[in-house]
T-cell receptor
Framework: DAGVTQSPTHLIKTRGQQVTLRCSPISGHKSVSWYQQVLGQGPQFIFQYYEKEERGRGNFPDRFSARQFPNYSSELNVNALLLGDSALYLC???????????FGPGTRLLVL | DQQVKQNSPSLSVQEGRISILNCDYTNSMFDYFLWYKKYPAEGPTFLISISSIKDKNEDGRFTVFLNKSAKHLSLHIVPSQPGDSAVYFCAASRSNFGNEKLTFGTGTRLTIIP
């Protein structure tokens, strides 16, 4: 079975632009979570979605938004990009919100 | 406020010996703990977990110990192998909230010396 997949793998944007990152969960998994990992730090929780509903939100500004589709894939949107948004964005999926989360390879975003 | 701390940024261990990675937490509401391993250019890979109702969990070469009174957990790898060289993250959650939010430490880079 394929693991969690994310696209694109790398992305370069300029300040003020908007970006959309995509995630496909493991087949059968209904929950998707998003994390931001800044260099030298551990991943930080951004959002969790289960059955297309937001179940949790981390301490991130409203510029960050996400959604989950009927096929359980998910998108993370970031508006008005700042230099500090440069990071590795990780998606994790789980069977449901109570199960172990399995991570994708991430999307590396560089904001210039 | 760093609720999960890994105070050793790096650790070097001889192949075949025991690797011990440590993690401390401050939030007494955490009751489920996980270890993830991360290679460069890959996402974190789940290794092993432990619930607060236990003090030890084993899976092959990996054992996690939990000391709730000290708010401390450790991951033991025996014997250490070159393929174990990676960054290890400790993570914690509150299971009554359904594990929707994992709080991670900053990671420990483990290097196994052949």
């Amino acid at each position: 079975d394929a693991g969690v997949t994310q696209s694109p793998t790398h992305l370069i944007k300029t300040r003020g632009q908007q970006v959309t990152l995509r995630c496909s969960p493991i087949s059968g998994h209904k929950s998707v979570s998003w994390y931001q990992q800044v260099l030298g730090q551990g991943p930080q929780f951004i959002f969790q979605y289960y059955e297309k509903e937001e179940r949790g939100r981390g301490n991130f500004p409203d510029r960050f938004s996400a959604r989950q589709f009927p096929n359980y894939s998910s998108e993370l949107n970031v508006n008005a990009l700042l230099l500090g948004d440069s990071a590795l964005y990780l998606c994790a999926s789980s069977l449901n919100f109570q199960e172990t989360q399995y991570f994708g390879p991430g999307t590396r975003l560089l904001v210039l | 406020d760093q609720q999960v701390k890994q105070n050793s940024p790096s650790l070097s261990v001889q192949e075949g010996r025991i690797s011990i990675l440590n993690c401390d937490y401050t939030n007494s509401m955490f009751d489920y703990f996980l270890w993830y391993k991360k290679y460069p250019a890959e996402g974190p890979t789940f290794l092993i977990s432990i619930s607060s109702i236990k003090d030890k969990n084993e899976d092959g070469r990996f054992t996690v110990f939990l000391n709730k009174s000290a708010k401390h957990l450790s991951l033991h790898i025996v014997p250490s192998q070159p393929g174990d060289s990676a960054v290890y993250f400790c993570a914690a959650s509150r299971s009554n909230f359904g594990n929707e939010k994992l709080t991670f430490g900053t990671g420990t880079r483990l290097t196994i010396i052949p």
